[in-house]
């Protein structure tokens, strides 16, 4: 057990950046702000940082319990955290991100069904308030990012859960940069409450002809019944409907972020180099089966399918 002063001096230590804005969605989910002690390090919209607390931090009420190993306690628990961004400011106008002196995140409680390895971030994220210091990596990377797309290309940014967040920061440089391509985002959650940028999609459908946002709930009362899970608004044909042209791999590139399964990578036989699809069927093995091509980092292939895996 730590001593008050051992905590202090630790803090003082091994953090390096302020939480300067904090909003909780709802007690599972946030937005926080923070700023680095030191200046916003060079990135573009997609790439991820990394965040931490020390394991001597707290843990939320009524998470899972967790066994330390001797000598953890005066560790770091760090884990990757994409930036996200609100897109529009105070007023309205879109946000001038590159002036702020703060990353947006947008993070989820994660309560693990596996109770041999307790969460180890989130539930001492969630008992941050504005103010606290924390550790913010500083280096921001990641290959999942806008680089392959030409100024006419139909962009997709489908998601589950704060997978949404890349795609926030990515939805900001598109309309930034006057993208004339059209530009559909999706997002798959269990209730509506677990959509905390969908207020900003509508206003930005209001504004943006080229823009259109989906929001998909799977628990909420009148769509329990008939789910719509990403790969359902592909294959029933209701995306294309949304974004009022065909699917055309020539021009479109697509983004998937959050939930592997959602996702689906196809996995490679080291032997025969032959690619197999996960079950349950992913939007990979939907969209190669209709001309898309997966990018394959290890085999240096660019494709018009880009992924980020959450876990
Ligand atoms: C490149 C990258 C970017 C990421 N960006 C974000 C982000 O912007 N927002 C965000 O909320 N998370 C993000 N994550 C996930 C994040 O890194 C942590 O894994 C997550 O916050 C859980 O951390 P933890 O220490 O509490 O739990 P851990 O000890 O890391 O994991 C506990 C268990 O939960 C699983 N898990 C991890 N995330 C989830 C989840 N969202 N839902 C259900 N199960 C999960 C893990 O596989 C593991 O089995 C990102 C991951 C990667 C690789």
Known sequence: MLT????AELRR???NATVVWLRKVHPELMRLRVRGDFPKPAHVPGQYSTLGLGYWEPRH???????LKPGDETKLVRRAYSISCPILDDNGQLLRYDEVDWLEYYIVLVASSDKAQAPGLTPRL???REGDRIYMGEKITGHYTLAPVQPHDTVLLLSTGTGEAPHNYMLWELLRRQHPGRILAACCVRYRRDLAYLSV????????PNY?????????ADTV???VYIQDLILSGQLEEKLGQPLDPARTHVFLCGNPKMIGVPVKDRETGARSYPQ??????????????????QAKVQGNIHFEEYW
Not at 4 to 7: A, D, K, T
Not at 284 to 296: N, P, S, T, Y
């Open 61 to 67: 009420p009524g998470c899972q319990e967790e066994i």
């Open 225 to 227: 019944q008939h789910k």
């Open 212 to 220: 259109t946002f989906v929001p998909l709930t799977t628990r909420e």
């Open 13 to 15: 230590q091994r953090y």
């Open 126 to 128: 969630f008992m941050l």
């Open 201 to 208: 999609h509508e206003e930005l459908m209001r504004r943006y």
């Open 4 to 7: 008050p002063e051992q905590v």
């Open 280 to 297: 349950p069927t992913g939007v990979v093995e939907i969209l190669e089966k209709r001309g898309f091509q997966a990018d394959q980092p």
